[in-house]
Structures are given as structure tokens and as C-alpha cells.
């Protein structure tokens, strides 16, 4: 018998010798909006580079963008501007606020975050983005960190609902950054490449603390519309996810770059965005690509088997494939379109 050659991980790209039929899906069934993107470099880019997206757009059946950017790293005038009055229908901008220049000086954060709000919305923003820096690295003037439910912040929270914008946040990362990274970690291989990923020990927050504290948000602010991201941070338990969108009818979610998730648990994913296909967002957070979107349309509609959730040879979050849905047309049409219109007031028809 031969020797065994010495391998490493990083350089193990297996061949699946699997023989299963493929149906590869050009266009979404229905015209969908991705309701979690980041489109800043495009925020100062030049019209026909715009256009551009707009075309690959329209390759995918893909009718809109929820921009996260919005004065970001440019002001939200530009994205403004470049992107919803140049072509109308297809952009929404939230706008990110400057939460960093506001907290640390302390005082009535809550009031000032609520002021910079109503301006950005009379700027044209649809909404609010919060980034997951509130409860993992957002620190007060006297250096402890903050968390979502902070009653500080009730104003700002209450000015969303007074205004009729929705808040999108993130509130944590997949379980696996919160805990050890030893052997057992499903995410060793992810994590060794981006260390300030992983959020365990010290004085951060426990993954169970975040979701927490995202409940208790969601509590102290029936009147508010949120928008979780990434299936709630928690698309590792739909069981808990879909308790908490029994309890908060103010609550949607987006399934936003975890495609890896859902697509391993092909039977149970099924059965929660079937059960809660009113409160379920299209998503991508990738770099605009239609090929990306493509692979979304492909785990939704069919029933195909052990194909990659991503377009590289290694796949980026779990050296695991995933298998399609199959979902039923009503269930698609509201998680492509129908939700998002309900939360930004367009439809894409």
C-alpha cells in the first residue's frame, strides 16, 4: 500500500463524484429585491458604471437593491443621487449614522442618533442600518460596550417608528465566532483567516447575551418595523427564530449571506419560510454578481442535491454543500418582493 501523501487543508479541494441531475437558474421566477446589500463603491461611481449594475440586474430579474451604505463612507447625498433619483424603482438607501462621533462624547445619545435620523430621511433615506459595532465593539464615554436594548437609545428606536422607516440591524455573527476555536469549531478554517472575527472571551458579549438584548429590543419597541439581518443572526436554530417571530409581529428577517445555513438543512428550512412566509426578505450581502444570485435562485425554487452555496473552489463559511428547497410559488413571490414592497413601499411590478 502506498504512502499517504502529506496534505494540507488549505490545499484540499475535493471532487464530488456524485452523480445528480442540475437545474441551473438564470432568472429569479418572480422579480426580486435584494434587501441586504452594500453598494458604497458605487456611490461615487461614474453613470455608465451604474448603468452597468443596472444591466446585470436586469440579466437576473433582479428589480432592486436595498442599499446598507447610505453615508457610510461617502455622504448619503451621493448614494441619493447616484443611485435612486438616476434610476427610479430600483435603489433603496438606508443610512448608517455616525454612531461613533455621537456615543463616546455621552449626553442624550438616543436624542442626537434620533435627530441625525429625520435628517437623513429627509435626504431621501428609506430607512435605518445598524451595523453589528452596537453590542461588539461600540463603547460609551466611560468604555463599556452597548448593547441594543440600551434604553439610552429608546429615542432613536421610537423616531423609526414615528417616522414609518424601518431599522435593519445585525445584531450578532454565526454561533461558531463565539465560541473556542479548537478543533470542534465548524468555522476553524474561516476564523484562522479573519481572527478579528472571532468574539470570544475578554469583556465581550455571549452569543446568547445578543440575542438577548435583541429580543428585549423588540419588545421595548412594538411600534417599530425591524429587519433582522441574517435570519436573525441565528439561522443555525430556525426553532428559535421562528418563536421569536411569533412573539413580534413588528419583526422580519433576511436570509442574507446565509444560504450555507439554510441550504444544509434543506427539510427544516423549508418548513420555516414556508411557516413564515410573510416575514421573510431575499437577500444576498455579496459583492453585486449575478452568478451570486443565481446560486440563491437555484437553493429557492428546485430540488436539486449537494451542489456549493459559493462561487470559489473552497467555500467560504463551512466546507459543506446544500440542497434546494423547492418552494412553493406564493412562498417565493413574497420572500423575492412582495415583503420588501410591504416594508419600503414599492412594488417591483
Not at 160 to 173: F, I, K, S
Not at 292 to 302: A, D, K, N
Request: glycine share 6%; with cysteine; hydrophobic share 35%.
Amino acid at each position: 500500500m502506498p504512502d499517504t501523501p502529506d496534505l494540507q487543508l488549505a490545499d484540499y479541494v475535493p471532487r464530488s463524484e456524485l452523480v445528480v441531475d442540475q437545474h441551473p437558474v438564470e432568472r429569479s421566477r418572480f422579480p426580486a429585491i435584494d434587501a441586504h446589500n452594500h453598494l458604497g463603491p458605487w456611490h461615487d461611481a461614474a453613470p455608465e458604471t451604474v448603468q452597468q449594475l443596472v444591466d446585470e440586474m436586469d440579466a437576473c430579474n433582479l428589480r432592486a437593491y436595498v442599499d446598507l451604505d447610505g453615508g457610510r463612507r461617502h455622504p448619503l447625498s451621493a448614494a441619493v443621487t447616484r443611485l435612486k433619483e438616476a434610476h427610479p424603482g430600483r435603489f433603496y438607501v438606508l443610512t448608517v449614522l455616525p454612531w461613533e462621533e455621537i456615543v463616546p462624547q455621552g449626553g442624550d445619545i438616543g436624542a442626537q442618533l434620533a435627530t441625525a435620523l429625520e435628517r437623513a430621511v429627509d435626504q431621501g433615506a428609506d430607512g435605518l442600518k445598524i451595523h453589528k459595532t452596537l453590542g461588539l465593539r461600540l463603547r460609551d464615554e466611560a468604555g463599556q460596550l452597548i448593547m441594543p436594548h440600551d434604553e439610552r437609545l429608546a429615542p432613536l428606536f421610537a423616531r423609526c417608528g414615528e417616522l414609518e422607516v424601518p431599522c435593519l440591524y445585525h445584531v450578532a455573527d454565526p454561533v461558531a465566532f463565539f465560541r473556542p476555536l479548537d478543533r470542534h469549531n465548524e468555522r476553524w478554517e474561516e476564523l484562522a483567516h479573519h481572527p478579528d472575527w472571532h468574539f470570544y472571551g475578554g469583556d465581550l458579549p455571549s452569543f446568547e447575551a445578543l440575542m438577548e438584548s435583541q429580543e428585549r429590543l423588540l419588545e421595548a419597541h412594538p411600534g417599530t418595523l425591524f429587519q433582522s439581518a441574517h435570519v436573525a443572526s441565528y439561522a443555525e436554530n430556525l426553532g428559535w427564530v421562528s418563536q421569536l417571530l411569533d412573539r413580534y409581529p413588528n419583526l422580519y428577517v433576511d436570509i442574507s449571506a446565509r444560504l450555507a445555513e439554510l441550504g444544509r438543512q434543506p427539510f427544516t428550512a423549508r418548513d420555516f419560510l414556508v411557516r413564515h412566509a410573510d416575514r421573510v426578505l431575499y437577500g444576498t450581502d455579496s459583492t453585486p454578481n449575478p452568478d451570486c444570485h443565481r446560486i440563491y435562485y437555484r437553493c429557492l425554487e428546485t430540488r436539486d442535491e449537494h451542489f456549493p452555496y459559493s462561487l470559489g473552489d473552497v467555500p467560504g463559511q463551512g466546507r459543506w454543500t446544500i440542497y434546494g428547497l423547492d418552494l412553493p410559488d406564493d412562498v417565493l413571490e413574497k420572500m423575492y418582493w412582495r415583503n420588501a414592497a410591504k416594508l419600503y413601499g414599492q412594488s417591483p411590478r
